[in-house]
């Protein structure tokens, strides 16, 4: 655990007391993780889910699909399809 000090100006703080009376946390240790955890969450890149890996490893196993040379080609292949 690591431990910090902040300065918190009156409105943040009471920002704060209102986080950690809401949520019915016991200090405001908590409630900065709480908030830390939310804007993680909410801003921060997630971790992609297990079933997206796997599905990105067979595109690139197998291929994106048909590649085209041409305009012409590709509209060939939508206009016999």
Request: without cysteine; aromatic residues 8%.
């Given at each position: 655990?690591v ?15 209102i ?7 016991k ?7 709480f ?9 921060l ?6 079933e997206?890996?796997?599905?990105l490893?067979?595109?690139e ?13 590709l ?7």
């Amino acid at each position: 655990m690591v431990q910090s000090i902040i300065d918190l100006k009156k409105r943040e703080d009471k920002v704060l007391n209102i986080i950690k009376a809401q949520n019915g946390f016991k200090n405001k240790s908590q409630a900065v993780e709480f908030v830390l955890n939310v804007y993680e969450e909410s801003f921060l890149e997630p971790e992609l889910k297990p079933e997206f890996i796997e599905k990105l490893k067979k595109i690139e196993k197998e291929g994106y699909g048909k590649t085209f040379t041409s305009v012409e080609e590709l509209r060939e292949h939508i206009e016999s399809s």
